[in-house]
């Protein structure tokens, strides 16, 4: 079965500076979908970034980015000049080709002014 | 806009009592999640759904049956409600394919068992 680890439950950086979000995932499969979601103090999940195992190219959307490994399993979230709006549980999450999305633990992340 | 709508932002139920949760999409997603979020356990994946009438556990069905008759319906139940079901429930739809498509959520509906 697929799991998906992230290993910080908190994190906090100062306005403007550039934060890295881990996410690691074990599976067998060769060919998943991987994303970043941000759940804001309102609740509701939105999508932040996405990326498909068969690309080797990182995606990127404006301020956020990803470095993503397929060797090591491993799939960060960088956000670069944060922001006040970026605080917010940040949720790691995978899709195989079965339909199945899984999420890991999240990880808080909190913007000092 | 996508919109999932969960029928409860809030309820409360009696150990033993037999509970509906509610969720109806208006986009023709061929998939439907229930996911309940607990601190520090992030979401875990009680059922989804890829059609009507088609249903897989997820990693935490057990105390948990689901139920679509129709496409854009996806209802949780609890048999028999306990307090450890006290939670989060969050349901989610997305397309089939492609299978980058994201996820869609509903504003979640906390759900105390007394």
């Known amino acids: 079965a697929q799991t998906v680890t992230q290993s910080q439950p908190e994190m906090s950086v100062q306005e403007a500076e550039t934060v890295t979000l881990s996410c690691t995932y074990d599976?067998?499969?060769?060919?998943?979908?991987l994303f970043w979601y941000k759940q804001p103090p309102s609740r509701q999940m939105i999508l932040v970034i996405r990326?498909?195992?068969?690309?080797?190219q990182n995606a990127t959307e404006n301020r956020f980015s990803v470095n993503f490994q397929k060797a090591a399993k491993s799939f960060s979230l960088k956000i670069s000049d944060s922001q006040l709006g970026d605080a917010a549980m940040y949720f790691c999450?995978?899709?195989?080709?079965?339909?199945?999305?899984?999420f890991g633990k999240g990880t808080r992340l909190h913007i000092l002014p | 806009d996508v919109k999932v709508t969960q029928s409860s932002r809030y309820l409360v139920k009696r150990t033993g009592e037999k509970v509906f949760l509610e969720c109806v999409q208006d986009?023709?997603?061929?998939?439907m999640f229930w996911y309940r979020q607990d601190p520090g356990l992030g979401l875990r994946l009680i059922y989804f759904?890829?059609?009507?009438?088609?249903?897989e556990k997820g990693d935490i069905p057990e105390g948990y049956s689901v139920s679509r008759e129709k496409k854009e319906r996806f209802s949780l139940i609890l048999e028999s409600a306990s307090t450890n079901q006290t939670s989060m429930y969050l349901c989610?739809?997305?397309?089939?394919?492609?299978?980058?498509?994201?996820?869609?959520f509903g504003n979640g509906t906390r759900l105390t068992v007394t």
């Open positions: 989610a739809s997305g397309q089939g394919a492609p299978y980058n498509s994201p996820l869609h």
């Open positions: 599976t067998s499969e060769s060919d998943y979908y």
């Open positions: 990326q498909e195992a068969y690309k080797q």
């Open positions: 999450a995978y899709r195989s080709r079965d339909d199945k999305i899984i």
């Open positions: 986009m023709d997603h061929e998939n």
């Open positions: 759904s890829y059609d009507v009438k088609m249903k």
